[in-house]
T-cell receptor, first 116, second 117 residues
Framework: ETGVTQTPRHLVMGMTNKKSLKCEQH?????MYWYKQSAKKPLELMFV???????ENNSVPSRFSPECPNSSHLFLHLHTLQPEDSALYLC???????????????FGEGSRLTVL | AQTVTQSQPEMSVQEAETVTLSCTYD???????LFWYKQPPSRQMILVIR??????QNATENRFSVNFQKAAKSFSLKISDSQLGDTAMYFC??????????????FGTGTLLAVQP
């Protein structure tokens, strides 16, 4: 079992659908992240949660809505997406400490999203 | 803003040979971390090696080592004795401290490395 688990692994949805991506970490970490990975582009950081509080939102369109109910779970709710939103969505977690950084991010295998 | 540049989209190396992947970055910060991550075809990203900017000594992890040139803002990865299992996409990344206990990892576009038998 990997430390960070993402479901579903593959998702196909129409532009009017509402779906959610789920991420669960079993590592006892206190920070979780959503990244978008598109071909030939750098991974784009979408959201950062630290101790269940959103601390970073990189100008992500409102059709993406994150939710972090506790430190082990992270969701990405999807609504009225566009075809250009098709990508691999990666979840990651890390153990961050006040006053220190440099901790490794642990990634899940990703959810491959296709928007028709 | 911090940026990370990987100028080699694809590289190929023969098994048992040595290959170097390049990475440059841009930042005005003095204290930061640099990482190389590997993403095999199964897609899970895993850490290869990490370098603290205030340490002059280059990090090494078995067959993987870095050449960290802080003044030049260069952070290359050397893979010695390449193995077939090294075939993957390699991402260079810069870690920025956001404050408190929160960090931000900024990635380059990646280099696809193919190890040939």
């Amino acid at each position: 079992e990997t430390g960070v688990t993402q479901t579903p692994r593959h998702l196909v949805m129409g532009m009017t659908n509402k779906k959610s991506l789920k991420c669960e970490q079993h590592l006892g970490h206190n920070a979780m992240y959503w990244y978008k990975q598109s071909a030939k582009k750098p991974l784009e950081l979408m959201f950062v949660y630290s101790l269940e509080e959103r601390v970073e939102n990189n100008s992500v369109p409102s059709r993406f809505s994150p939710e972090c109910p506790n430190s082990s779970h992270l969701f990405l709710h999807l609504h009225t997406l566009q075809p250009e939103d098709s990508a691999l969505y990666l979840c990651a977690s890390s153990q961050d400490r006040q006053g220190a950084f440099g901790g490794e991010l642990f990634f899940g295998e990703g959810s491959r999203l296709t928007v028709l | 803003a911090q940026t990370v540049t990987q100028s080699q989209p694809e590289m190929s190396v023969q098994e048992a040979e040595t290959v170097t992947l390049s990475c440059t970055y841009d930042t005005s910060e003095n204290n930061y971390y640099l990482f190389w991550y590997k993403q095999p075809p199964s897609r899970q990203m895993i850490l290869v090696i990490r370098q603290e900017a205030y340490k002059q000594q280059n990090a090494t992890e078995n067959r993987f080592s870095v050449n960290f040139q802080k003044a030049a803002k260069s952070f290359s990865l050397k893979i010695s004795d390449s193995q077939l299992g090294d075939t993957a996409m390699y991402f260079c990344a810069f870690m920025k401290h956001l404050g408190g206990a929160t960090n931000k990892l900024i990635f380059g576009t990646g280099t696809l490395l193919a190890v040939q038998p």
